[in-house]
């Protein structure tokens, strides 16, 4: 697996990722011009640290007590 942002290649073994990555997908629909496209990523967690620090309203962060 890979960082679509930089092109790292993210640590796994045996199919079992060793470092955690930010994964998204979209399947968009009606009113956008990607209408029945499904659109997925991986940034690592640098390149996502560097993409919502760009943001002007940051992501929500809640804090989560059991995994």
């Given at each position: 697996m890979y960082c679509n942002a930089c092109g790292k290649e993210l640590k796994m073994e045996n199919d079992v990722l060793l470092e955690d990555a930010f994964e998204a997908k979209k399947q968009w629909g009606?009113?956008?011009?990607?209408?029945m496209k499904l659109h997925s990523f991986v940034l690592?967690?640098?390149c996502y640290d560097k993409l919502t620090e760009q943001f002007v309203i940051p992501p929500e962060v809640t804090e989560v007590t059991e995994l």
């Amino acid at each position: 697996m890979y960082c679509n942002a930089c092109g790292k290649e993210l640590k796994m073994e045996n199919d079992v990722l060793l470092e955690d990555a930010f994964e998204a997908k979209k399947q968009w629909g009606y009113f956008s011009k990607k209408d029945m496209k499904l659109h997925s990523f991986v940034l690592c967690e640098e390149c996502y640290d560097k993409l919502t620090e760009q943001f002007v309203i940051p992501p929500e962060v809640t804090e989560v007590t059991e995994l």
